[in-house]
């Protein structure tokens, strides 16, 4: 197979072959859960118009070429070898057309306090008091419809917000760097992420004064993070286990050499920080706090 004929198969016929359905459409794009890692909201989209591809959970896109070449770790005549001998089944779907993504209305921003965002807060098993120092509360509208969330504000006074029910971002989307000018930084993938890395070092007695914290927001926004980063002399990474994660960090991993420590294997039987707080809390319940814990 030539790159022009890999050029004209459909990705979504491809798609289709590998078993993948599109969730939504909207206008011209179709939306899938992403091929090449595990979530569970589609943030895999495909345009139609350009028949090229995006993953927003890695910040990476391109034509069908590319996404072969993604799925596969391989080049380019590796990938057309691979399309070679496959299959392309053109799928037939329907949707009832969306005109646009809703856009957030009526925004409202206030301190912390909401009883229902500190229940879901300490649910994730972190302390009100670290919550209400680095989040606010968030009031809008989305569809016509009155919600609230959790807000963390990024680096362009954009916000990551969560609730129990949904996870979201008012653009712009960015970086959030706390900076005092230390030597070492800790990166961090999302802000509950950063926000358990603080209640776990509080519980441990840690001190984590002497270290700055950058949140990605998105495993997408390492290109913004390079630039703050580089002049760190130390940089640990507390990301994901899973792919998306891991990805971020081996491309940390190559940008700054043996300045970057990985420190997920320390959480490697959970997906996030998170998770690893909130199990270890319920380890705790039936067993005697270890005696030695998480650190830095």
Partial sequence: MT??????????????????TPCKQQNNNLWYLS??????????????????WYDFGIGKGGDLIAL?????????AGALQ??????????????RQQESFQSFEDISVKPLGNVALLQFIRERGITDEIATAHCKEVYYKLGGKPYFAVAFENDREGYEIRNKYFKGCISPKAITWRCDFNRACCV?????????????CKREGTDVGKYDALVLN????????????????????????????????????????EKFTDHSPKYSQYKDLNDYLTGQRQEQKQQPKPKRGFRL
């Fill in 3 to 20: 790159i022009e004929q890999a050029k004209s198969i459909q990705l979504t016929d491809y798609l289709h072959s590998i078993g993948c």
């Fill in 35 to 52: 091929p090449l890692r595990t979530e569970s909201e589609p943030s895999f989209k495909v345009n139609l118009n350009r028949n090229e």
């Fill in 68 to 76: 072969v070449r993604e799925q596969h770790s391989t080049d380019v």
């Fill in 82 to 95: 691979v399309l070679s001998g496959k299959p392309i089944i053109p799928g037939s779907f329907s949707f």
């Fill in 188 to 200: 961090f993938e999302g802000f509950v992420d950063f926000l358990s890395f603080l209640t776990i």
């Fill in 218 to 257: 998105s495993v997408g926004n390492i290109p913004q993070a390079l630039r703050p980063l580089r002049n760190y002399e130390q940089i640990h990474g507390y990301l994901d286990n899973d792919t998306a994660g891991q990805r971020a960090t081996a491309e940390l991993r190559s940008h700054f050499g």
